[in-house]
C-alpha cells in the first residue's frame, strides 16, 4: 500500500499511515505483520503490581486514620510501628517473589530488611540497643543455616555460596568491635556468631579445595 | 554438525573494556540489547530452531557463558545448563534479557513467522559478534530443514565465522595521552513517550545500488549520507531548522577490526562523534552533509580511533582503581555514564553489507537489526545490508515519529524508493 501524502509504500498492512495518519488503500493482496501484537498483554501484567501496591498503601492509611483519632485515648504513634512491620513485609514479599535477581542476592537483601527492622523497633520501643544486640547474632546464625541449607540443596555448585559466607565473617567482626566498643552488650551471643561463622568460612576453603579456591580466585580478581 | 568434546572444568573469564559498562547500566528501560534478525524464506520450524542452536552452541564460548560478580570485576563463566530455549517473539524488541529466565545466558533465540531473532547483551559481543553466531545458527538450522543443502564445509563451521575471543582493546592499546569524556551538552529528541518497556520500530528498506549512486554525486560513503540524513531530520524537527546554542551529536560506532587486524568476536568498536552546531536557521542538506562528513573523517584515523580506547582502558589499568570494589566502580561508572550521555543526541551504527555463502543465499530473504534506547538517546538507528537491499531501522520510545518521517522523505526527495514496515505502534 503506497501512502501517497508520504511517498512510501507501507508494508505492514496497517490501515493508516505509521507517520502522516492518512488512511491507506487497502490492496487485495493478503499482508501478515511483522510483528506480533503484544501491546495489550503488556498492559496487562504492570495494572497487577500496581493493584497490590495500592492494597498496602489504602491498609496503612486507614491505620493512620485510626490512630489519629484515637491519639487522645492512646498517645502512642502505634500506626507508625505497623506501617513500619507492614512495609517489612511488603518488602519481604517483593524480595522473595521478584524475578529479576538470584536467591543470593535475594539473601543479601533479607539480611539488610532484617537489619533495617531491628534498627526500627529499637527506635519505636525505645529499647536503645536491645533489638539490636540480641537479634544481630541471631541473625547472623539464621542465615548461617540458611547458607548451610542452600549449599546442601544445591551441593553442585556450593561454591558459589563462598562470598556470602565471606560476609558473614565480615559482618560478624563488626558486631564484635561494636562489643568491644561498647555499643553492643550481649557476649556470648556475638562471640557463638562470630566463631560459628569463621568455622564455617574455613571449613568450606579446606574441604572444597581447589573448587572453592579457583572460586574465590573468580570473586577477587583485580 | 560436528560435537565438540566435553570439558569437565568450568572455564571463566573476564570481560572486554567496553563489556565492564553494560552490566552496570542495563536496566529495563535501557536494557543494552541489540537485536539482529535474518527473514527466511519459510516459516520457522522452532523444533529445528532449538536443534541447530543446541548443536552450534558448544562452539562459541563467547556466547555460551554466565555472568558473575566479583568483588572488583564482574567475569563470565562457562554455562552448563544447556541451550536456552527457543520461543515465538512475545515481547517488543530489545527488551531486557533476564538470565534467570533464560537459563543464565546473555542472548536470547526468539522467532515470528519467516525470522529469526538473535537479541543479545551487549556485554557478551558487538553486532559483529552477533552476526557471526546468528549466521552460523542459520547456517545449521537450514542444514537440518534443508538437507539437500550443498555446503563446502560439509557441515562444520562456516569460514566466515570466527570463534577468536580475546579482549581486542587490551591487546591493541597503547598509553594514553590524557583527556577526559565529552562534556559538551548535546541537542535531546524528547516528546511524549511510548509505555514504560514499548518500542517502536520502524525498518525502511532501499535499494544499495540506487544509494551507492546517489552518494557518488556528492562525494561521500554511505555511512556518511545516512548520518547527515539523520541529522538534518533532527534539525529540521526537533530544531525546527533553527540555529541553536547546542550541537547535534551523533554517535557513529566502528568497528576496529580491519584496521587493527584482529577477528575476536567480542567487543571491539569505538564510538566517533559526527557533531554539527546549527549556526544558521534552515541550512541546507548539502551543507551539513559537507560538515558531517568532514567532522566523520577527521576521526576516522588510526591514531585518533587507537586514542580514544587506550583512554578507557588505561582507567581499566589503573591500580589504584583496580583495587576500588565493584559496588563503588559502579556508582562512578555510572556517574560517568550520565555525564557522558548528555553530550550525545543518539547513535547510528552500521553493520555493513552482512556476507551469505551462497549455497544459503536463496534461503534468505532479508537482514535487519535493531538498538535498544538509552539515557538521553530515545531513538536510535541500525543500518545494514544483504545483497541490494539495504535496511534502515529506527527504534524510539517516543510517540512522534516525524523524525523517521523527515529522515525517509529526504530519501525519496532524492531519488530513492522507499518501502515502510513498522511494528503497529504508530498504527493504531
Known sequence: MRCNHCGFEILDGSPVCPFCKMALRQGNTEVSNAYPEIREQFRRRKRILAAVLFFVIMVESILVLINVFTLEANPYPWSVLLGGILVFLFLCLWNIFRVRVGHIAKIYMQMGLFLLLLLFLDKMLGKHGVFIGYGLPILIDSFLVVILFCMLVNHKNYQNYILLQFFMVMFSAVTLLLMVTGVLKNQKLISTSLVASVLFFLGTVMLGHRKVRQELKRKFHI | MRERKSRTEIGWEKLDNTANLFPVIATERMTNVYRIAFTLTEKIIPEKLEEALHNILPWFDYMNVRMRTGMFWYYFERNTNGAPVVREENTFPCSYIESRDNKYYLFRVTYYECRINLEVFHVLADGMGGINFLRELTYEYLRLVNPSI??????????????????????????????????????????????????????????????????????????????????????????????????????????????????????????????????????????????????????????????????????????????????????????????????????????????????????????????????????????????????????????????????????VEDGISVQIETNGLWSE
Not at chain 2, 209 to 219: A, M
Open chain 2, 150 to 411: 550443498q555446503d563446502e564445509n560439509e557441515g562444520f563451521l562456516s569460514e566466515q565465522t570466527s570463534l577468536n575471543a580475546e579482549d581486542g582493546y587490551l591487546k591493541n592499546y597503547r598509553h594514553p595521552e590524557k583527556k577526559s569524556y565529552r562534556k559538551v551538552n548535546a541537542v535531546h529528541v524528547t516528546g511524549e513517550k511510548l509505555m514504560r518497556g514499548e518500542l517502536g520500530v520502524i525498518h525502511g528498506y532501499l535499494s544499495v545500488q540506487s544509494l551507492k549512486e546517489h552518494c557518488k554525486k556528492f562525494n561521500v560513503s554511505i555511512n556518511e549520507y545516512l548520518t547527515a540524513a539523520f541529522v538534518y531530520a533532527i534539525y529540521v524537527e526537533a530544531l525546527h531548522g533553527m540555529a541553536g546554542k547546542k550541537p547535534i551529536v551523533v554517535c557513529v560506532p566502528v568497528n576496529l577490526r580491519k584496521l587493527f587486524g584482529s577477528v575476536t568476536a567480542r567487543n571491539f568498536f569505538v564510538m566517533v562523534s559526527a557533531a554539527y552546531l546549527p549556526e544558521k536557521d534552515n541550512e541546507d542538506f548539502e551543507t551539513i552533509l559537507e560538515k558531517v562528513a568532514e567532522s566523520l573523517r577527521e576521526q576516522l584515523t588510526k591514531e585518533a580511533l587507537e586514542k580514544l580506547f587506550s583512554y578507557n582502558v588505561s582507567n581499566q589499568k589503573n591500580k589504584a582503581l583496580r583495587i576500588v570494589p565493584l559496588f563503588l566502580k559502579k556508582l562512578a561508572i555510572k556517574f560517568v555514564y550520565r555525564m557522558s550521555a548528555k553530550a550525545t543526541t543518539t547513535t547510528i551504527t552500521n553493520l555493513g553489507n552482512i556476507e551469505i555463502e551462497d549455497a544459503y543465499r536463496p534461503y534468505i530473504k532479508r537482514i535487519q537489526a535493531l538498538l535498544s534506547a538509552s539515557t538521553g538517546q530515545n531513538m536510535k538507528a541500525t543500518v545494514c545490508s544483504y545483497g541490494d537491499e539495504l535496511v534502515v531501522s529506527f527504534s524510539s520510545i517516543l510517540k512522534d515519529n516525524s523524525v523517521q518521517r523527515r529522515f525517509f522523505r529526504k530519501i
